[in-house]
């Protein structure tokens, strides 16, 4: 049974210039999990992950981690708190306030009053991990969007920290680097660190999370991912695109040119594999020589 | 004629903001090897304070030139060429000063050198008004001089990393780091904000036009300013930050380092007895 990491009772929250952020929102988190909030541009998805990490009060409701009502006020557990929960925010330029990107990943460690030591040691790793070494001794605002974001995610994962709340981490960085990301952030997971995702990519959803909620100000819908992403007019109803292979397989499906079995896929890897299968089958309908399920398949290929 | 000075003003605001970045930041001077560049910040900062407190009380021109001269030969041992040096230092601030000095040797009374006659107006001008322009102006000049050698030759890190080594309150040093970091960030939205502006200019708009437009562009970059302010608030306050600023010090204070200062410093005394005329100086040189 895995403990309740964060829950969150009926949270709101409003700007101070009345746009309303979020309404009632409610869920928990557990030890171990890995949550993507998935959501449109305006949903409410940064201003959570704010509130989850104390940076913000709900107008409303309340937010608890291990427990713990979380007071941004009460400056002891927020301390203990900040060792346990790393955020990365959307925006680099944010997180990046120092002189140099060595400056800005200790940053973090020093301020956790760790031994000078232990503060190198995790500088240098958190430097090797993201392969940004070069970087370490150049002044933030001399790097290409890219390098920023790396720096920027390498001054959170230094603090090394049970659980990360990452605000869209992917966006401007290159194939090469997400997939370095995505490999590192599963490594993450395994060694039994919990993540909190928010995003609109819906591509890396599947390859990350194991739950999504599906945030538009409040929770559309909170379920696995295969859960939220089999049902593409939910996903439509949130302004979001489900995944293009999801699409193709759910009209598939509604025409009866699937086979019984297949799985609507949320990768292109699933894909594949539901295709071989499909035709796998096919071959065996052929050589019976009695007309199949795909015939239909057949014909249009045909036209 | 409108049009050009449009163009003018226009194109001089990119031009300024293309090369804030290229002059503000630059610090491949600081990457060299030379001999300022491998002296201890701290001790820079001693040593050019020294200078420019000696500077200010120094009145004859003869010492003011001494530390010019010090200065130049400072930046030549440090590897930076005197073309650049003399270029950074004299064009712009010095010579704006002239301009506030200008009036001395016509206001300050005193002997008479010359007369100008303009009109049926005779000018007058003092010795004592002359020797106070240019000594103001080679005390500012001296004064930029060394300021410039100092940052020319030192990173900014390693520079923020010495004045909170030397105790100058975290807050000053926390409040000149980030200015400096997001000079940069707002120059680059600035000017992203105007190319922004330029594409979406079918001709040219009226100097009324533009100065509207300006000024709402630098009330937008002021709301961002604020805005993202908070943000990195926010940022430092989530890994850790609650009102001190923690730093990793690796600098230490060596011999040359403390020789270095030793022989600086010791260099301002013979200074300051020319000036109090404990030392004597051919009469010309007196002044």
């Known amino acids: ?26 869920f928990k988190i557990f030890e171990g999990e890995n949550v993507a909030i998935l959501g449109p541009n305006g949903g409410g998805k940064s201003t959570l992950l704010m509130i989850m990490d104390g940076l913000l009060e709900p107008t409303e409701g309340e937010v608890y981690f291990r427990g713990r009502k979380v ?79 790396k720096a920027a995610i390498a001054s959170v994962l230094s603090i090394d920290p049970e659980v990360l709340l990452l ?10 680097s997400q997939e370095r990301l995505l490999a590192l952030l599963r490594e993450m997971s395994r060694s039994g660190k919990t993540l909190i995702l928010a995003t609109h990519d819906v591509n890396i959803v599947p390859l990350l999370a194991d739950r999504v909620i599906l945030l538009n100000k409040t929770v559309i819908a909170d379920g696995s991912v295969r859960e939220i992403f089999s049902r593409p007019e939910l996903l439509k109803s949130a302004n ?60 249009d290929s045909e036209h | 004629m409108a049009m050009g000075l449009r163009r003018m003003v226009h194109l001089s605001v990119r031009e300024v903001l293309q090369k804030f970045r290229d002059v503000m930041f630059q610090d491949r001077i600081a990457r060299r090897e030379g001999l300022l560049q491998s002296i201890d910040p701290r001790a820079k900062i001693v040593v050019i304070v020294a200078l420019i407190f000696t500077a200010v009380f120094l009145k004859k021109i003869v010492t003011l030139v001494a530390i010019l001269f010090l200065a130049v030969l400072l930046a030549m041992l ?42 049926g107006i005779l000018i007058r001008v003092s010795r004592e008004g002359l020797l106070q322009m240019v000594q103001f102006i080679l005390r500012v000049w001296v004064c930029v001089s060394l300021s410039v050698l100092l940052v020319l030759t030192t990173t900014w890190p390693k520079l923020m990393h010495a004045l909170a080594r030397m105790r100058v309150p975290r807050v000053f040093v926390l409040i000149a780091d980030m200015t400096y970091r997001y000079l940069f960030y707002f120059a680059d939205m600035l000017y992203k904000m105007l190319l922004a502006r330029e594409s979406r200019l079918t001709g040219p708009i009226g100097m009324m036009d533009t100065m509207k437009t300006g000024a709402s562009a630098v009330g937008a970059l002021l709301v961002r300013a604020y805005e993202h302010g908070e943000r990195v608030y926010l940022a430092m306050k989530s890994r850790g930050f609650c009102g001190s600023i923690e730093i990793l010090d690796n600098l230490t204070l060596r011999p040359r380092d403390i020789t270095f200062m030793m022989l600086l410093i010791l260099s301002i005394i013979p200074l300051i007895l020319v000036e109090v005329h404990a030392l004597p100086l051919p009469s010309h040189l007196l002044i």
């Open chain 1, 71 to 149: 007071d941004p006020k009460d400056e002891k557990f927020m301390f203990e708190m900040r060792k346990r929960v790393g955020m990365v925010f959307q925006d680099p330029d944010v997180a990046l306030f120092s002189s140099t990107v060595w400056e800005d990943i200790i940053f973090g460690p020093l301020h956790m009053r760790l031994p000078r030591e232990e503060v190198i040691r995790r500088g240098e790793w958190a430097l090797r991990t993201l392969g940004i070494e070069h970087l370490k001794d150049r002044p933030p605002f001399q790097l290409s969007e890219g390098e920023k974001k």
């Open chain 1, 240 to 299: 979001i695109r489900p995944p293009l292979v999801a699409v193709l397989f759910t009209e598939l499906m509604k025409r009866n040119l699937v086979g019984d079995g297949v799985r609507v896929p949320l990768t292109v890897e699933e894909a594949v594999s539901a295709i071989v299968k499909m035709f796998d089958s096919k071959d065996k309908i052929t050589k019976r020589s009695s007309p199949g399920r795909f015939s239909g398949l057949q014909d």
């Open chain 2, 78 to 119: 440090s590897k930076i060429s005197l073309r650049f040096f003399l270029l950074r230092t004299f064009v712009f601030i010095p010579l704006f000063s002239a301009v506030i000095a200008i009036p001395l040797p016509f206001i300050v009374g005193g002997e008479t050198i010359t007369s100008i006659a303009l009109g």
């Open chain 1, 1 to 26: 049974m895995r403990s309740t990491l964060f829950e969150l009772r009926g949270v709101s929250y409003t700007y101070t210039n009345g746009t309303v952020a979020l309404e009632n929102v409610t």
């Open chain 1, 167 to 176: 605000d869209e981490p992917f966006i401007n960085l290159d194939l090469r």
